[in-house]
């Protein structure tokens, strides 16, 4: 039997039995009054200008798809499913809301509600990774599994979690749009958090593609093995001394200068540069100190 495709069949792709439970299911009128949020809720953004034209819609046509909610008491409810559709409800002044009526336990109510956030095209990389992370934490899987309920192969999950290792300042730029899931990818390749972000700021400054992040990475983990490749180094023989002249020429240079010093007193003083254009800047400087 050939595999479903997990992403756009809904929830009965993902979570077991979802579908004879949907199908058997009828829509109930439920009292907007007796609906509370789901605090299992992954999203915790809401756009308030596409909420005010969802709620323009449902004046308009009426709720299309009913939300799913699980039944606390005989008379409140929890959402799992559909708290957009919830919100822009009440923004149009509806009293009631269609509705399925599950039965889920925490566990099962928090995996439906991670499940149904994922499969939003509106997401961005840190909110689907979240989800991730949340359903192998909290609901117990695995990555092959999670691969499994989620219709998406073990390297692309694996890719979005290790996003969350990335430094906030890049986690915000990925939530902002400021860079691409491209951009990212690159970047978590970057062993070292300082690196990571000053190739972030120059992605911003200098407007990188993909493709020249990708050279940079590259290079810049290409440099690195050689130094750890080369010969015995003795770090810092003069601590402040060279502490303070390091500060002194990666300021005068504005970028990150090193030292490397072996055991027979001979070193190298590191200038790097990430493009053709900083190298220049570089290179003009030096030039100043000729005049």
């Not at 559909?82 to 822009?88: S, V």
């Not at 902002?176 to 690196?195: Q, S, Y």
């Amino acid at each position: 039997m050939a595999k479903r495709n997990a992403l756009g069949r809904g929830l009965g792709a993902l979570i077991d039995d979802a579908d004879k439970m949907e199908a058997s299911s009828s829509i109930n009128e439920i009292s907007i009054e007796n609906i509370e949020a789901n605090p299992y809720q992954p999203r915790t953004k809401f756009d308030e200008e596409a909420l005010r034209e969802l709620a323009a819609s449902i004046k308009e046509v009426g709720i299309i798809q009913p939300i799913t909610l699980r039944q606390l008491t005989p008379e409140k409810y929890q959402i799992i499913a559909g708290e957009r559709r919830f919100r822009a409800s009440k923004l149009a002044g509806l009293t009631t809301v269609p509705a399925y009526v599950r039965t889920a336990d925490d566990e099962g109510m928090l995996e439906m509600a991670l499940v149904e956030n994922i499969q939003r095209e509106d997401l961005d990389a840190i909110e689907i990774a979240v989800s991730y992370q949340r359903l192998i934490e909290e609901c117990k899987l695995t990555q092959e599994s999670l691969s499994d309920r989620v219709g998406k192969k073990r390297s692309t999950v694996s890719n979005y979690l290790r996003l969350l290792k990335l430094p906030a300042k890049i986690q915000k730029g990925i939530i902002e749009k400021i860079i691409t899931m491209g951009h990212a990818r690159a970047l978590v390749n970057v062993p070292n958090p300082e690196d990571q972000l000053e190739v972030f700021d120059l992605i911003v400054s200098e407007e990188l593609s993909v493709r020249k992040v990708e050279e940079i990475v590259r290079n810049l983990n290409s440099s690195e093995k050689k130094e750890t490749n080369s010969s015995p180094v003795v770090k810092e023989k003069h601590p402040e001394e060279y502490g303070e002249l390091k500060e002194h020429l990666s300021k005068f240079f504005k970028t990150k200068v090193d030292f490397s010093l072996n055991n027979k007193g001979k070193g190298k003083i590191v200038i790097p540069f990430s493009t053709p254009k900083d190298l220049e800047r570089i290179i003009g400087i030096l030039d100043k100190l000729k005049d």
